[in-house]
């Protein structure tokens, strides 16, 4: 991932916006790039856009959305914001915060409305640290179903999407003016296309374990579960330009992967009444204070893994998501009609594991706060009990390039560089400094917010700049 002095001769092949990486920040910017009046050129790694958007929940927060309204859902951006500044402690950019909350709304509109996404908003349950209804999600309620609705948006667009583009180069003046782009294709090839502006949605680090042993230790030796090609060029790059990177530290991690299976348990279970414990068979942790930072806690446990225990009434809310659906088809969730049952196909002591689940019982009966910190406020869980053994992971990394409100990308001077924009996991989160401050969404949050500014500012630019 180098920089490079743009040719002499110029470019055989430009387009006045070139987007790196085609997940949701890559589609939406496209989309509003083109809707704009831009010529733009999405370039992606793999031969079929993906990314972590596909592997993801595909849910996206946004407030005062018409999907909201439809459903009699009262929701504001200081609402929202005041969510998310309360997660990262308030810890991150205020003003950036309140900036695309407010954008949100637009966001999910103009996706609906304009490019026929179909994002509702989930009402069954609440996210933990959200104070209102405002996950919105495809039918199915998959990553793999956003990112294929987003695909044919583009299409219909005509945006065209270069895959198996493999970028490794930036050519750029000193001043840090990005003139075009090198891309590898897979049979060793490699052609450069020029651009009036680049805009960076080729996400942050996580599949890069060099990069996380050296800027989030504590993960190194962590399941990854995002997608392995954000290697963190975009980081790599804006240390070339002079670029100002923050938070890098930051990370989604997430407390409930079935092992072995590798799928994501829903943790709107935890939510609704259920418990995690460790091989011991004892609860370690207050579960309602946020799945990204129970994963270091479930990590640090015995073995490295935990057991979530719910009851038949969880599990069918369990079987609204299609992951956990997966999960179940796959036998990763075991059944028991008693306690000592559920100690059998679970391996857990008995007498632990009975004394936990009634002190919980206990707590729920009492709407009780536990040592924890968590307060039962569902009714308690109640035979036939289900289990599921999970592990911790790393979703995606949060730290970035720092942006301004316009999606520009900051030099260590405050300044804008000239023409390069950033948005999703390229960019700095708002999520503070460590795992602790990730709110439910936050990384599709910023990646179509951010992305739709993205894709409107560059095609300003290259308009005023032609
Ligand atoms: C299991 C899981 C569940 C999640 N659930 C949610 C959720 O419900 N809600 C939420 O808000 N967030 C969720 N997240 C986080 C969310 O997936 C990410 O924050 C979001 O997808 C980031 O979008 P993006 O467009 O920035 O990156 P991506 O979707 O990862 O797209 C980046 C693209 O860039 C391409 N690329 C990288 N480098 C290059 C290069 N040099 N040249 C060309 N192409 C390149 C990659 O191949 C990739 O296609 C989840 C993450 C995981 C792993």
Known sequence: MTILAPPAAGFEASAEIVVIGAGACGMVAALAAEGAGGEVVLLERDAVPSGSTA?????IPACATAAQKARGVSDDAATMAADILAKAHGETDAAMVAHLCRQSTVTIDWLNEHHGLDLDVIDSFLYPGHSAHRMHGTPSRTGGELIGALTRAVAAAEVPIVTDAHVTALFAESDGKVRGVRFSRPDGGQEDLGC??????????????????ELIPEMADADYFGHRGNQGDAIVWGRGLGAELADLASYQGHGSVAQPHGILITWALMMEGAIQVNLEGRRFS????GYSEQARKVIAQPGGKAWNLFDAARHQLGMEFEDYRQAFAAGAIKTAGNVDELARVTGLPAGALAETLADGAAAAAAGATDNYGRTFAKPPLSPPYHAVLVTGALFHTQGGLSVDGDARVL?????????LFAGGGAARGLSGPSDWGYLSGNGLLTAVTLGHIAGLRATELTRATS
Do not use: K, Y
């Open 411 to 419: 030099r260590g001077d405050g300044q804008p560089l000239p023409n």
């Open 196 to 213: 009036g502006a680049l805009i960076l949605a080729c996400n942050g680090f996580g599949g890069n374990p060099a990069m996380v042993a």
């Open 286 to 289: 207050n579960e309602h204070a």
């Open 55 to 59: 592997l993801s929940s595909g849910l």
